[in-house]
């Protein structure tokens, strides 16, 4: 940390911040062929954040260089005393802060915009030359890369790098009574850089075969039966369940503004085979999706228990809320840009996995369905959810039936929780998810498959 920035943080009396920011991304899109979007962008800048007796003062500003920290801090702490004379609060210092030092051991790495577009022109050719007789084809590249920079008033430092890449395909066809059907899929990618995922486009191809069986079978496929059913729904939707369903419900802003969860630390509201987690950077033995290691509050992440055994433990924090709930802040404090101020925000939240393997789990079904792909997804605050369903499969007499055409499935997730009686042993994660919550944010989600009795819609 500069004398510069140094002297500027010891003239604050009570937590301060400055953070600097860029965020790069790359992202190439084909479509039947032609290169439809080519984007490069690069947006840079610093913010300041200053807490005084319960407010906080925030300021930033594009593209400063170093000399220009202390004045964008002045800002803060201008904003933060004009707002505690307007309307105090009068809660005093926070007292969760300490200090924390942390480096990012890999360099930034620049990706080449024409390895994108070369990657994902190939991957077009193979799907057009294979499968002529789809209406529609399209392929996106995107490698994305945030460069964080934190300081703070108790003494943390933090320089972090948030590389991350993936690659969307999707295909359409027409059924016999002239429906469009369409099935998409994420293939590879995660936390890195481009090269480190995607060395050559034909290891995609397998990925990309399966996924046209499945649009084949979805194009001959029926509607469910509407209503309550037992369903096994796969572990991208379970991800979905715990981060739009469940996660938000247990983020310390929406609880204190009355979410479902508010009260109820202590409380049952799942099977107890559910325990369910927002891990920090590592989770099941191995690197977490985005590993994160410390927030933009300067506090060192660790992962955070929500739910264990059935029973909810607790909530998702930042520093005042921790401070308010009487607990130690786990790192949820996030911003997506410079300009943006720290809100409370999942990491890597999922379900952990059982015992079952997803033979078994499919074999114990005498009637009901399969659901393997979702598409998008809505909850509120109460818990109650629709996620868009793409893809899946009737069972009967505990075998895979006829593909389903698309649906919805929906309800209350700590509800249709309390019924899930079993569990794959594998989990899987989604790596391309933004969280929407008033700013984007990267995010992953995950879990294994779950059975339980969920709502489905039919025709």
């Known amino acids: 940390m500069s004398d510069l920035i140094k002297n500027a943080l ?3 009396a009570s937590h301060a911040e400055i953070r600097r920011q860029t965020n790069r991304t790359r992202r190439v899109s084909v479509l039947s062929g032609s290169l ?71 360099p930034f790495q620049e990706t080449d915009q024409k390895q994108l577009i070369d990657f994902a022109m190939a991957l ?16 996106g590249v995107t490698a994305n890369c945030i460069e964080k920079e934190l300081y703070t008033s108790e003494g943390a430092y933090a320089y972090q790098l948030f590389p991350r890449a993936y690659a969307v395909v999707s295909m359409s066809t027409q059924s016999a009574d002239g429906e469009t059907i369409e099935l998409f899929d994420i293939f590879g990618g995660g936390s890195g850089y481009f ?12 990925g990309i075969d399966r996924l046209y069986t499945e649009l084949m079978a979805k194009r001959e496929g029926v509607f469910p039966e509407a209503g309550e059913q037992l369903c096994i729904i796969d572990s991208a939707i379970s991800g979905m369940v715990a981060h739009e369903a469940v996660g938000h419900t247990v983020e310390a ?26 891990f920090a950077n590592t989770a099941f033995g191995q690197e977490a999706p985005l590993p994160v290691y410390v927030d933009e509050e300067g506090t060192l992440c660790k992962d955070a228990v ?29 911003a997506f840009a410079f300009s943006d101020e720290p809100l409370v925000r999942m990491r890597n939240t999922a379900i952990h996995p059982g015992k079952n393997t997803l033979e078994e789990m499919i074999s114990s079904v005498d009637s009901g369905y399969y659901l393997t792909k979702t598409q998008n997804g809505q909850a509120d605050t109460t818990g109650e959810f629709m996620f868009g369903i793409t893809m899946g499969y009737e069972i009967k007499n505990g075998r895979l039936g006829r593909a389903l055409r698309d649906t919805t499935i929906s309800g209350v997730a ?44 039919g025709r």
């Open 36 to 106: 439809v979007g080519n984007v490069s962008s690069k947006s840079a800048g610093a913010s300041a954040r200053v807490y005084q007796n319960g407010v906080w003062g925030f300021a930033s500003f594009g593209g400063a260089d170093e000399s220009a920290l202390p004045q964008i801090l002045r800002s803060a702490k201008e904003n933060a005393q004009l707002l505690d004379s307007r309307k105090p609060k009068n809660k005093g210092p926070l007292q969760n802060a300490v200090p924390t030092l942390y480096r990012a051991a890999r």
């Open 195 to 206: 090269t480190d995922h995607y060395s050559d486009p034909a290891l995609l191809h397998e």
């Open 10 to 12: 010891a003239g604050c």
């Open 124 to 139: 077009d050719a193979y799907i057009g030359e294979k499968y002529p007789d789809l209406t529609s084809r399209s392929v």
């Open 414 to 457: 700590f509800d249709m929780l309390k019924t899930v009686d079993m569990l794959s042993d594998t989990v899987h994660w989604d790596i391309a998810g933004y969280c929407g919550k008033k700013q984007p944010m990267a995010v992953s989600m995950g879990g294994p498959a779950l059975r339980c009795k969920v709502n489905i819609g």
């Open 306 to 334: 929500l739910i264990k055994d059935g029973v909810l433990t607790g909530y998702m924090n930042n520093l005042e809320s921790a401070q308010y709930f009487g607990v130690a802040p786990c790192g949820n404090a996030r």
């Open 253 to 278: 802003d929406l609880v204190l503004a009355g979410s479902v969860a508010n009260g109820a630390v202590g409380k049952t509201v799942a099977s107890e085979l559910v325990s369910l987690t927002d």
